[in-house]
């Protein structure tokens, strides 16, 4: 039955179609960024390729991020290392909605606190013993909902242990950046 | 003097101003986030600690987050693997801005795409051998200004070099997840 908001027959289906036919599960995700002025940049995400062919969100979602004034940006928008908290928060929400379903719980309320700390010497340049990124990020979940403090306890655990960008963020991902001019001298 | 939409003279001077008096670059960046139905989520980014103290940006920003339709979600937001994208592409890109001015150089034009590669037979639980998050991230630049196509692409180099969200997603961070439960069961 549906629960949380969640299709779980879909939901159950999808995974056993995947099961079946592996190369459905190949996903390309993608962003097209350009830079307006400053530390100010927008987004654009609409299309990903998946479940073997191209497919694009309902919209094309845009997304801006800027630095904070007191690091000399204009604040139009969070900032880079805001955005990959969100990130972090939202991929372990939607697998506790969905954990939470497939096991029966139903959720009243998840609610977390992300916490990233950064020493900016690293990328202000001032220190080479300083990492560029966060030293470390605390997650705080409140969770409630119809199990036991254990069972709800248990599908936070869960949704860790399946959660995407926690993955990303805690084992890393090999990342090539490369570049193309175009103008001349 | 500023350029690019950099208050340069204030950037160097925020530099030296953290090169003399070190506590001044410990940052805690934050997000809370609540969970609204299925996979779909809301952060609010608003308060972090730097420069001495407690900050706010201009505004309480809010963002969602949600899977796509074909995984099962409403598709009402991004997906939070593509919000690790946005974050890459607009870190290098707030870098791109500062360190061009600060070398002199005008741009013209900085566009991104980021593609993000993921087998989701690793987060579905279908295979032990396939991890939960990106396997690779590629990140391409167009880049135009008043600079040799070296010199430009000299500046995407060291915005990788001093990119936050470059070094958190290719070094990774430790991440702690806690779970609070208010119900009794």
């Excluded at 139903?106 to 990492?131: A, P």
């Excluded at 119809?146 to 655990?157: E, F, H, I, N």
């Amino acid at each position: 039955m549906p629960l949380n908001g969640v299709d779980t027959p879909t939901l159950f289906a999808t995974i056993k179609a995947v099961g079946a036919e592996p190369a459905l599960a190949n996903f390309q995700f993608r962003a097209k960024s350009r830079w307006l002025s400053g530390t100010h940049s927008e987004s654009t995400i609409h299309g990903f390729f998946g479940a073997g062919g191209e497919q694009t969100h309902v919209a094309p979602y845009k997304a801006e991020s800027d630095h904070p004034r007191v690091l000399c940006g204009a604040d139009a928008a969070p900032s880079p290392v805001e955005w990959v908290l969100h990130a972090l928060a939202s991929c372990l929400a939607a697998g506790i909605g969905n954990i939470a379903a497939a096991r029966g719980i139903k959720l009243t309320r998840v609610e977390s606190t992300v916490e990233g700390d950064i020493d900016l010497r690293g990328l202000l340049g001032l220190s080479k013993d300083v990492r560029n990124g966060y030293e470390r990020i605390a997650v705080s979940f409140e969770i409630d909902g119809d199990a036991s403090p254990d069972q709800l306890r248990q599908v936070v655990m869960q949704s860790q242990a399946r959660s995407a960008v926690f993955d990303i963020l805690t084992n890393g991902v090999p990342v090539s950046v490369s570049a193309k001019t175009l103008a001349a001298a």
